[in-house]
């Protein structure tokens, strides 16, 4: 899990929220690299302009270490995922996954519907919450930090998909 691919959502929960008086995406960033796609970077950033989520966001990307891709075509994939109506982002971003050199990167995704999209297309994908899991098991992140982050973030998702990662970060 060297390079993740992350949505709307997932990102701005990453930029919203701190662990260790850093944002999440930091912590993220330090394990591997992080892709989004130009239309998530315009939906967070562009039309949540008025947020602080959407400067953290704009800071990483203007550092370079947020990289802003767009997809390549791919109208076989692109007709597949048109029939299911996804937003822009969400629909960039599964497309990104064909982007030479980010083919073995996971798809950050919350968005049930994209992430149902994303398993029928046949695209590497988790929940935010479980690259977290993930990361922990490969090394990558601390465990006492990762539930630190979980615990952060916990507001952004039901309680039942917080406490099974607790649960499982914590055994």
């Not at 949505?7 to 944002?23: E, H, K, S, V, Y």
């Not at 302009?49 to 203007?62: G, K, L, S």
């Not at 994303?118 to 098991?137: A, N, P, T």
């Not at 917080?162 to 970060?169: D, I, N, P, Q």
Request: aromatic share 6%; glycine share 4%.
């Amino acid at each position: 899990m060297d390079k993740l691919i992350f949505d709307a959502g997932p990102l701005i929960t990453a930029c919203r929220f701190n662990a260790r008086n850093q944002p999440v995406i930091d912590h993220i960033l330090k394990c591997g690299q992080v892709a989004i796609a130009a239309s998530v970077r315009d939906e967070v950033i562009i039309a949540g302009a008025r947020y602080p989520d959407a400067r953290i966001a704009q800071q990483r990307i203007e550092q370079n270490r947020i990289v802003v891709l767009s997809p390549p075509e791919n109208p076989d994939l692109e007709t597949l995922i048109a029939v299911y109506d996804l937003g822009d982002g969400e629909r960039d971003t599964i497309l990104l996954a064909e982007q030479a050199n980010w083919q073995d990167a996971v798809l950050v995704i919350d968005d049930h519907l994209a992430y149902l999209v994303s398993d029928r297309v046949g695209k590497q994908k988790r929940f935010l919450l479980d690259v977290l899991i993930d990361l922990v098991k490969a090394r990558k992140m601390d465990k006492k930090l990762a539930i630190e982050i979980v615990k952060a973030i916990r507001g952004r998702y039901p309680p039942a998909f917080v406490e099974h990662t607790l649960l499982v970060l914590e055994s």
